[in-house]
């Protein structure tokens, strides 16, 4: 389709049209952003519970060869009739918001209230397993259980890996933002938490704490450079299966959430910790239940069933729309 305006170029891709839906998307992205602070959850995972995560794969889709087809030959117009910018802008907007507006507090969470945050998170996930799993049309097919089984067990093993120190090069920077986008985009597989085990979460963190420090700028293109990459390769991998694959799909994602659980409940005991990089690392660690009912353990179960309550209602409320 030839579009003739630049107003009919922007309103030819999905996305809101009134103030209150671009601020509804912008807030969806603003809590995708949180999420990818949190290492062991996933962006994705919110994508998928507010609803967006097939649209958000579509946009990034429409970056294809047709779209840079037409900006090789200065075609705006139709480059911008193509792409879906109404979508993608207040999505980034708001993950590049919270991720810069709110690495400083997410920091002190996971520091001095580790138990309440991984609570909250913990119940966030568990709804949506609930969620993700009730879109199955055949929950107990053989290859649904299969894929279940299968996208569980990566899941579990991914989340048992051990942090490890790496090279600070920017070749590697950049290994990085390729691997960390690929974990964003899959709900229940974090792209922090792959960054934690590659090395380098706190040293992208605090370069987005201090985006203005020695060399922070630099460190973020090249980071940059690579979730672009990433994100445009492994996202059509992945809305390919959606379109063609959907129930298994959906099977497998189901799994991934299931076995990234592990990672995310809130009581672990330490069994093994070494210092990396000046920092103490947590090696080997075990899930335990609470050993009191104290003021903490209440709160964190209680933010558990918020979480998992919040989640089933806005599925709910999404699903009656």
């Known amino acids: 389709m030839e579009v003739k305006t630049w107003k009919e170029a922007w309103n030819e891709g999905p996305g809101p049209h009134s103030r209150m839906e671009y601020f509804i998307l912008l807030l969806k992205g603003f809590f995708m952003g949180i ?3 949190i290492p062991g959850v996933s962006g994705g995972t919110i994508a998928f519970i507010t ?7 579509d946009a990034i889709a429409s970056i294809d060869k047709e779209f840079f ?14 792409i879906h910018l109404r979508f993608i802008i207040p999505v980034l907007f708001g993950i590049a918001t919270a ?10 969470l996971m520091n001095e209230q580790p138990i309440p945050t991984w609570g909250m998170f913990f119940g ?6 609930i969620v993700i799993w009730k879109q199955l049309e055949n929950h107990f097919a053989p290859k649904n259980v299969f894929f279940i089984f299968m996208g569980a067990f990566i899941a579990y093993l991914t989340v048992s890996l051990i942090p490890v120190s790496t090279p600070d090069s920017y070749w590697f920077i950049y290994l990085c933002g390729v691997i960390g986008i690929t974990a964003m985009i899959l709900p229940g597989i974090s792209g922090s938490f792959l960054l934690l ?11 987005l704490k201090n985006p203005f420090g020695e060399g922070a700028i630099a460190l973020l293109a090249v980071f940059l450079c690579g979730t672009v990459t990433g ?11 959606m379109k063609h694959f959907r129930e298994n799909t959906m099977a ?21 910790s070494k210092v990396i990089r000046g920092k103490l690392r947590v090696i080997r660690d075990t899930n335990i239940l609470p050993e009191t009912m104290g003021a903490e353990t209440m709160i964190s179960l209680a933010l558990i069933v918020i979480g998992f309550i919040v989640v089933l209602t806005l599925e709910a409320k999404t699903s009656n729309k």
């Open 35 to 37: 999420a990818d602070l």
């Open 51 to 57: 609803g967006i995560y097939e649209t958000l794969l």
């Open 69 to 82: 087809g037409y900006l090789l030959k200065f075609d705006l117009k139709n480059a911008l009739a193509k």
């Open 99 to 108: 991720m810069i507006s709110l690495a400083r507090v997410m920091h002190y």
């Open 124 to 129: 966030l996930i568990a709804a949506s397993i």
């Open 197 to 207: 085990i590659l090395g380098k979460y706190e040293y992208i963190t605090a370069a």
């Open 231 to 241: 994100l445009l390769g492994f996202s059509k991998i992945l809305n390919y299966f």
């Open 252 to 272: 497998f994602l189901t799994g991934i959430l299931i076995g990234s659980m592990k990672k995310v409940w809130p009581w672990k005991e330490v069994l093994e």
